[in-house]
């Protein structure tokens, strides 16, 4: 059990529409990450939030965009979905310090787009 | 762009060690060595990590090289629980942060 809570558990959404996934982040925590797994594959990064700036970005479109709030919980949008886009997302809380910086991650968001 | 290369695959057997090893030569002389692993379509979970020494917890042991360009998780009693795909991840200069970016992992699988 991380603390960290990820919804919905599951999205089924056609071509072109607009998708927001949501994570509560374990209590704390300062920084939040966004992963992209897609089947078989690791993760893959698309962007950081530290204390509700951007710290980071993966090689994502400006589609995939993201929100951190004061109660350190986060919001990833993407807009224009594409059939590529099906995947699990994975969210991570951290507390980020120095060098050390452990990720706590929820079950993620199986995202379906026909 | 992951900076850490794993095995694919490995197996085991129930009750004797799982060595797996990880390879990172470029890592940078203050970031560390974390290994998560995942089981079938949940979050990563955290398995242990370190700096230059060697490091013991509860599920794993940790054994870096001299030269920190490698390193070698150990389950030391392996179950059929320990089937996952193991992740070893290091951070990666990105923008002026530091990101932890994962590889493909190695898909361990533990035979009775």
């Known amino acids: 059990e991380t603390g960290v809570t990820q919804s919905p558990t599951h999205l089924i959404k056609t071509r072109g529409q607009q998708v927001t996934l949501r994570c509560s982040s374990q209590s704390g925590h300062n920084t939040v990450s966004w992963y992209q797994q897609a089947l078989g594959q690791g993760p893959q990064f698309i962007f950081q939030?530290?204390?509700?700036?951007?710290?980071g970005r993966g090689n994502f479109p400006p589609r995939f965009s993201g929100l951190q709030f004061p109660n350190y919980s986060s919001e990833l949008n993407v807009n224009a979905l594409e059939l590529d886009d099906s995947a699990l997302y994975l969210c991570?809380?951290?507390?980020?310090?120095?060098?050390?910086?452990?990720?706590?991650f929820g079950s993620g968001t199986q995202l379906s787009v026909l | 762009d992951a900076k850490t290369t794993q095995p694919t695959s490995m197996d085991c057997a129930e009750g004797r060690a799982a060595n797996l090893p990880c390879n990172h030569s470029?890592?940078?002389?203050?970031?560390?060595v974390y290994w998560y692993r995942q089981i079938h379509s949940q979050g990563p979970q955290y398995i242990i990590h370190g700096l230059k020494n060697n490091e013991t917890n509860e599920m794993a042991s940790l054994i870096i090289t001299e030269d920190r360009k490698s390193s070698t998780l150990i389950l030391p009693h392996a179950t059929l629980r320990d089937t996952a795909v193991y992740y070893c991840i290091v951070r990666v200069a990105s923008g002026g942060s530091y990101i932890p970016t994962f590889g493909r992992g190695t898909s361990l699988i533990v035979h009775p």
């Open positions: 470029t890592i940078s002389g203050n970031e560390y």
């Open positions: 991570a809380s951290s507390f980020t310090q120095g060098a050390n910086e452990k990720l706590f």
């Open positions: 939030y530290y204390r509700e700036e951007e710290n």
